[in-house]
């Protein structure tokens, strides 16, 4: 089945510095990736999200890219604010709605004033 | 309009005490999923429905789980004997089916059960 990998674990930027989040997934079949935030004893957000026929996506200060062939996806925040902390998920779907997602296991972000 | 909501959204129970938790989906959403969160971890997959089918439940993590759906709509995931490792969050997800395509997952607020 699909496995996904997140790096790094946690990540401490200074407020206005960018983040990167780097992910990677198993299963060649998958195609959709969505890019989830959760606040503590929240649930999780969806941010952005990107299929697979994209190369990259881009909302505002947030931005997701994507290589299918080395099945290696990440997310970018610049211009970081103190209300992006908080555990970042990345995962990996197949193209039907049917599909479950797979969780990373998140990185906790802070960002420093 | 209203999101998925969950009920209760804290639960403690005794172990060996059986448990329900509730999903109300978002209306009109075919698909609803139930997650479950360990402290720090991502959430793993447990069952998946469409209407009142249960299409997928390869992520039951034993025969204690058992999730049902018996009219499209709301959703009860039951937890019998409940052991110390049961203790985590469970998420509900729903989602609309749109010509076939992965739609995003709309998740609920959780449930979260500690087992004593």
């Known amino acids: 089945g699909e496995n996904v990998e997140q790096h790094p674990s946690t990540l401490s930027v200074q407020e206005g510095d960018s983040a990167v989040i780097k992910c990677t997934y198993s299963d060649s079949a998958s195609n959709y990736f969505p890019w989830y935030k959760q606040e503590l004893g929240k649930r999780p957000q969806l941010i952005i999200d990107?299929?697979?026929?994209?190369g990259e996506k881009k909302d505002q200060r947030i931005a997701v890219t994507l290589n299918k062939t080395a099945k290696h996806f990440s997310l970018h925040i610049t211009e970081t604010q103190p209300e992006d902390s908080a555990v970042y998920f990345c995962?990996?779907?197949?193209?039907?709605?049917?599909?479950?997602?797979?969780f990373g296991s998140g990185t906790r972000l802070s960002i420093r004033p | 309009g209203a999101g998925v909501s969950q009920s209760p959204r804290y639960k403690v129970a005794k172990r060996g005490q059986d448990v329900a938790l509730r999903c109300d989906p978002i209306s009109g959403h075919v698909s609803l999923f139930w997650y479950q969160q360990a402290l720090g971890q991502g959430p793993e997959f447990l069952t998946y429905?469409?209407?009142?089918?249960?299409?997928?439940k390869s992520g039951l993590p034993s025969d204690r789980f058992f999730a049902e759906r018996p009219e499209g709509s709301v959703s009860t995931l039951k937890i019998q004997r409940t052991q110390q490792e049961d203790s985590a969050v469970y998420l509900c997800?729903?989602?609309?089916?749109?010509?076939?395509?992965?739609?995003?997952?709309?998740f609920g607020p959780g449930t979260r059960l500690l087992v004593l």
């Open positions: 990107i299929r697979s026929n994209v």
């Open positions: 429905f469409q209407n009142e089918a249960q299409l997928d």
């Open positions: 995962a990996a779907s197949g193209y039907s709605s049917a599909s479950k997602i797979i």
């Open positions: 997800a729903s989602s609309f089916i749109q010509g076939g395509d992965q739609e995003t997952q709309y």
